[in-house]
């Protein structure tokens, strides 16, 4: 029994999921993020790459002393 690997490709780093589509970077790992202004988190990879990850929602009220804490961060 022989086995040939030839033209199969390896993706994914150490301990990091395959990726499917990949884009020529290497892996790596998340080396620290950011918040926005405007509540986008971005991740600054050790490889070199930037990421929008996501968006945490902001809102601002003209009235904050008359929201009502009705617990568990929910306000009404």
Not at 38 to 43: E, I, Q, S
Request: hydrophobic share 35%.
């Amino acid at each position: 029994m022989s086995l040939d690997l030839t033209g199969t490709t390896q993706y994914g780093g150490k301990n990091g999921v395959i990726s499917l589509q990949p884009d020529g970077n290497s892996s790596g790992q998340l080396a620290s993020f950011s918040v926005g202004p405007d509540g986008v988190l971005t991740g600054s990879f050790s490889n070199g790459t930037s990421l929008a990850l996501g968006q945490v929602v902001l809102a601002t009220f003209d009235n904050p002393n008359g929201l009502v804490n009705l617990g568990n961060n929910a306000y009404a």
